[in-house]
């Protein structure tokens, strides 16, 4: 039997928004069917399927819901008006989600394109890349601290990722050779994401537990001493920390107690092995 549109976001949808920590009926936290103020009702009706509030009562999320049979994208152009006119409205534009219960897609306003997640994010997850988008300062304007690389190709390789970054790219490939110091380099590069708050919660997976005991102590703990970090232990998570390291094995057994947002920036090692062959479903996630 096809789901209607109504029959999605109370079988399928609600349920999501409730494992991402959204309380349905808090009306303080989440409204449905929700008009928007001056939006020009053709073709559609100014209604949003959900907003998502902060305390402050300022709309952090719009959630724009399809039938499970149909594209959530087709919501897209509906989805950009509704955050346009909220953000006249505040002041900031809220961020905005399409789902139809089996897919769901992200867009940040100043993007061109939305991208596919593995689910909704939390109100934790949103409040700090909301914090993220408005304090953040240009990569390229901040030092590299030279006690943790102190060689010429470091800085280079550093900045080369940074422009990826500031040019609204998701990934970034680096390759360097045994004894050129990519421990350090990778410390300088989550160093400075740190300080020019681009990040808040970093996490590093490799697919070796001698990797990841390197990166927690001759990593973290050498050069980032006054950062809160753990290991990943499937048993037990604390959301807390702002550096965690982890093995793509533990991470498997583990990884859907970590909301899809949790983590800003990501570091795979060895990831001619990590990325490509094993534990797909972890990388997707």
């Known amino acids: 039997m096809e789901l209607t549109e109504s029959q999605t976001r109370s079988l399928l949808i ?52 399809k039938r499970a049979s149909r594209n959530p994208r087709e919501g897209e152009e509906q989805l950009r008006q509704y955050v346009a006119e909220i953000a006249r409205n505040q002041d900031f534009a809220p961020f905005g989600f399409m789902g139809n219960g089996l897919n769901t897609w992200f867009w940040e306003v100043g993007l061109a394109h939305p991208r596919l997640v593995a689910n909704f994010f939390s109100p934790a997850d949103l409040e700090r890349l909301l ?9 390229g304007s901040l030092a590299i601290n030279a006690a943790i690389v102190d060689r010429a190709y470091q800085h280079e390789a550093i900045r080369r990722v940074c422009e990826v970054f500031e040019q609204g790219l998701r990934r970034a490939l680096l390759v360097m050779a045994t004894g050129t110091g990519k421990t350090r380099t990778i410390m300088a590069l989550i160093d400075l994401f740190l300080r020019a708050l681009w990040a808040q919660k970093i996490l590093f997976l490799a697919d070796r537990d001698a990797l990841v005991e390197q990166a927690l102590n001759d990593g973290f703990k050498a050069h980032l001493p006054h950062e809160p970090r753990v290991r990943i232990h499937s048993a037990s998570i604390d959301p807390d920390k702002r550096l965690y390291v982890a093995t ?16 800003d920036l990501i570091i795979f090692d060895e990831a001619h092995r990590s990325i490509f062959n094993r534990f797909t479903e972890v990388i997707e996630y």
């Open 14 to 65: 609600n349920p999501q928004l409730v494992a991402a920590g959204w309380k349905l009926s808090d009306r303080t936290q989440v409204r449905f069917e929700v008009p928007v103020v001056g939006y020009d009702p053709t073709p559609w009706n100014g209604i949003t399927d959900f907003c998502l509030y902060q305390p402050s009562a300022r709309v952090l999320s719009v959630v724009e819901a």
């Open 131 to 139: 914090f993220i988008r408005q304090n953040r300062l240009p990569l």
């Open 248 to 263: 793509l094995q533990t991470m498997s057994r583990c990884f859907e107690k970590f909301s899809p947002g949790f983590f």
